[in-house]
């Protein structure tokens, strides 16, 4: 095996650093769709902090090797091989020139060059470049690019790549050129180019220092109307970098392309960011509030990468959080700003539970099942399967702790010495670390902890009061409770726990907290206690009532906190908690016991019932017009389905489903008139309006619609929804009532109104690609029933002349939302959920090995559900594992069944 081959398990202690360095990389194009010949040129030399090897190995796949010349004469000792080229006894320093050929029209996996649409894109991170030419495709060679992209004129009028644009001119035979410089030395993963028949719009700005900078988002032309959102985007991210962290864009220029075959969301490439079309277009037609909100967030994360990634970057793949905890961190930053500025708290919450919802959701359950990692993973077959949760979503609460833990200006600090000292360096999470503690004078070697260690910490709470020496003491254990074992392994020892707490008085308003040995009490009523060691107490003097704990506040670490909290007590912070985050939190707790009850007793058949109190705080939060509305629909959204099955001791989705469909019902039709009331209430009549307080009218009034829809008698939700459906100006209020119809009709089996709607939505949007993925994903997500089982519908959507396998879009919107969103239908008990995912991940496989395993992932917690489903899940595991090819597929499906 040559150097260069992959071995089964990368692992992080193996890190060597290259044996060659390569400053400067200037690449000739000939683009054509079935054979582009790739001409790279490098200035190579060894690098003086590594061991000495006589050859030098590059990485290389699917290439066609033509030919290398070293210092302008021909090479003879070079060996092309599965994994790469050898270059046999190369000298100290020299100019290697490299010719191969590479096929974009074939290239499904869209990783390296492909074509999308007939229009030429790339996609390189992780190590997609070196299906574009051999190189040392790894991220701490870092080196300079000049790029020159030839091409038909007609077929390709636009040519771009990172940086500047340097000059550009016609060629013989109908062909023309441009060239690109980018001036910021870069790993290959950061390479970019696009070719093709796009249009931009434009806007020109001043940056912080007074430059002129040319923004531009490019799409195909019947796209350029749904681009002005995106734009608006990026300048506020723009501006929003500058003010909060004093970071100004480095390039005179920079630029979006959207494309609709893309494996995920967007990549930050140098000044040159690609874009999943859905992370781009929109106007009010064709995107709802979310997409429009997700669409900030992506376009800011991807520019915030400029310096968090880009400008410094990742010595190595097990670093990846470095950049992408950290830029998490930086987008919801940008979005809480965007919605709430620094102060006020109330909309900053929103974005807040959105954000821990989905922690919650996925990466609590990724830390409980066979892919469970710390941060910093330890080893990995496949990196792109480590684009995980766990590294963005909880990597970004690890760097959120930092900032709690020496608030905005330390953490400013922090961040201001990273840069300092390692600007232009590919660095560790450890570098990142020690920034922040030199910054601030702390020593955070204990915090390394959150870096190395999987699984959910557990924080049980002991409280008392001693009534006679007004003192309260609050008593905190850490541990993992009965984790994974992937994650088991890894634990260590005590982390240090940022644990923000309140104490509430009789009358709902916080008291003043004043620590065992402080001299005063302090201004502030939340206090964040550093909890370090496996159990410790803290003791606050001077309370002269029994108080209630709010704990956690603002979800202050990523961790489940243990508490028996009554439901009164629930129902009392829900009320009253001055800690938005935390009222929101207690009526999630109120609904999760109720609902995990109720399933339970749905498991063995046994009636369901709801104590009225439940029905009475829900109603209060209905009701409450102090509340925000966006606020409101947080609070009234019940867990979902997925959450409540993984906190079963044994997971039942049919159970959960029974419960959560029971407590739905109940609610609705005990609060009838409140729904409806409110359904009247929060209309937005009028044009369109983006803003955060219309998007909380609308979302209110959807919730209401969605509940309204579960009445015993219908007939009014199917009359609100239909007319909702027609005079509806804008996507987020027309496919709430397309989905309320849907779920109205599920009870009998499908409506006229259901059928109507769906047809009309196919019809008036069948040219927005966009929008009829909603319309394959309405339809797999929606509710079933015995007679009309969705896995049908699923089968029978396959194969509507819409759907496409190739497209990861689509076959997200099908395939994905039925076995990921789905899950009471997915888990039906004849197993043909199971059935259709194995179908599905092995023809994925052959054509896209990074969308099969994410579909793969779908079944990975199959252990934690009742035998029946277990056996089922087992089984169709197995058959995939005796059947895929890719390393992506098999690592997940092997790490499941092991
Ligand atoms: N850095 C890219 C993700 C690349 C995924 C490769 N499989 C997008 C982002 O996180 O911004
Ligand atoms: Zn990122």
Redesign the pocket.
């Known amino acids: 095996m040559a150097d260069t081959a992959t071995p089964n398990v990368i692992r992080r202690a193996d890190y060597a650093p290259p044996a060659f360095l390569i400053d400067t990389v200037a690449l000739e194009f000939d683009l054509i769709p079935e054979r582009t010949v790739v001409r790279n040129t490098m200035r190579v030399r060894r690098n003086p902090d590594a061991s000495h090897a006589s050859n030098f190995e590059l990485m290389g796949e699917q290439l066609e090797f033509v030919s290398a010349t070293i210092d302008g004469a021909p090479f003879a000792q070079a060996h092309a091989h599965e994994h790469g080229l050898t270059l046999d006894n190369v000298p100290d320093s020299f100019e290697l020139t490299l010719t191969s050929i590479c096929n974009p029209a074939e290239n499904t996996t869209l990783s390296g060059l492909y074509v999308s649409g007939g229009n030429f894109f790339t996609q390189c991170?992780?190590e997609g470049f070196r299906r574009i030419t051999y190189f040392l495709d790894r991220p701490d060679v870092m080196a300079t690019f000049t790029v020159t992209l030839r091409a038909s004129k007609a077929d390709y009028p636009v040519l771009l790549s990172n940086g500047n644009l340097l000059e550009e001119g016609d060629l013989p035979d109908g062909r023309h050129f441009a060239r690109w410089e980018d001036p910021f030395r870069k790993p290959s993963y950061l390479f970019a180019l696009v070719a093709g028949k796009l249009v931009a719009l434009e806007e020109r700005v001043k940056s912080g220092s007074g430059k002129e900078k040319l923004l531009q988002v490019w799409v195909e032309p019947h796209d350029l109307d749904k681009t002005r959102h995106a734009m608006d985007s990026l300048i506020n991210s723009i501006r929003w970098d500058e003010s909060r962290f004093g970071l100004e864009l480095d390039l005179d220029r920079f630029m979006i392309v959207a494309v609709s075959d893309f494996?995920?969301?967007?990549?930050?490439n140098k000044g040159l960011n690609i874009f999943n079309t859905k992370y781009v277009l929109a106007n009010p037609e064709t995107a709802t509030d979310t997409d429009f909100a997700n669409i900030e967030a992506v376009v800011g994360?991807?520019y915030f990468?400029n310096w968090t990634g880009n400008r410094v970057t990742c010595r190595d793949w097990f670093q990846l959080s470095l950049k992408?905890g950290l830029?998490v961190f930086r987008d919801q930053e940008f979005s809480a700003d965007m919605a709430g500025g620094a102060t006020d708290e109330a909309a900053r919450a929103t974005k807040r539970i959105e954000d821990v919802r989905v922690l919650r959701q996925m990466q609590f359950a990724e830390d409980a099942g066979p892919m469970a990692h710390p941060v910093r993973p330890e080893s990995y077959v496949e990196i792109?399967n480590f684009?995980t949760m766990t590294v963005y979503e909880k990597g970004s609460e690890v760097v959120r702790m930092y900032q709690t833990l020496f608030g905005r200006d330390g953490f400013r600090k922090g961040m201001d010495l990273y840069f300092k000292r390692h600007d232009g360096q590919a660095v560790t999470c450890d570098d990142f670390r020690h920034a922040l503690a030199d910054a601030n004078g702390r020593d955070l070697a204990q915090f390394e902890r959150w870096y190395s260690q999987a699984g959910t910490p557990r924080v049980s709470v002991r409280t008392q009061y001693d009534a006679a020496q007004q003192r309260y003491s609050v008593t905190l254990t850490q541990g993992y409770g009965d984790t994974a074992p992937a994650a088991r392994e890894t634990q260590k020892g005590p982390l240090l726990i940022p644990f923000a707490i309140g104490l509430i008085g009789k009358d709902g308003h916080d008291l003043a907290l004043q620590l065992e040995g402080e001299t005063r009490a302090s201004e502030a009523t939340t206090r964040v206690l550093e909890f370090t060691q496996t159990e410790q107490t803290f003791t606050f003097v001077n309370v002269a009532q029994e108080p209630l704990p709010s704990l956690l506040r603002n979800f202050s670490a990523p961790v489940i906190v243990e508490y028996d909290y009554s439901a009164d007590q629930l129902a009392f912070l829900l009320a009253h908690d001055s800690d938005p985050f935390n009222r929101w939190e207690a009526g999630q707790r109120l609904a999760t016991r109720e609902l995990l009850t109720l399933a339970g007793r749905a498991a063995t058949g046994v009636p369901l019932q709801l104590d009225d109190s439940v029905v009475a705080a829900f109603a209060r939060v209905l009701t409450d017009e102090t509340l925000s509305p966006a606020f409101r629909e947080l609070a009234l959204m019940l867990p979902s389905e997925a959450y409540l099955a993984e906190q079963m001791a044994e997971s039942n989705p049919a159970a959960v489903h029974a419960a959560r469909q029971f407590v739905r019902k109940r609610l609705a039709n005990a609060l009838r008139a409140d729904w409806l009331a409110v359904y009247e209430k929060h209309r937005t009549p009028g044009a369109y309006e983006a803003t955060p307080e219309a998007s909380g009218h609308r979302a209110l009034k959807n919730l209401a619609l969605s509940y309204l829809a579960e009445l015993d008698d219908p007939a009014e939700a199917v009359r609100l929804a239909s007319a909702q459906y027609d005079a509806a100006n804008n996507m987020t209020d027309r496919s709430a009532a397309l989905s309320a119809l849907l779920n109205a009709s599920a009870a009998n089996g499908g409506s006229v109104e259901a059928h109507q709607a769906l047809d009309d939505f196919y019809r008036r949007f069948e040219k927005e690609p966009l929008v009829i993925d909603k319309w394959f994903a309405l339809q797999a997500t929606q509710r079933g029933s015995a007679q009309r089982p969705v896995i049908e519908i699923v089968r029978k959507l396959m194969a509507h002349p819409a759907f496409n396998l190739k497209n990861p879009n689509r076959a997200r919107s099908l395939i994905f939302s039925f076995c990921a969103a789905n899950p009471a239908q997915f888990h039906a008990e004849d197993g043909s959920g199971y059935a259709f995912w194995a179908e599905q991940v092995i023809a994925l496989d052959a054509i896209n090995p990074?969308v099969a395993a994410r579909l793969a992932r779908s079944l990975e917690l199959w252990r934690r559900f009742t035998p029946t489903l277990r056996d089922g899940m087992r089984a169709a595991l197995e058959k995939v594992a005796s059947q895929v090819k890719s390393r992506d597929v098999r690592e997940i499906v092997e790490k499941a069944l092991a």
């Open positions: 991170e992780a494996n995920m969301g967007a990549m930050e994360h991807e990468h992408e830029t792109n684009y990074q």
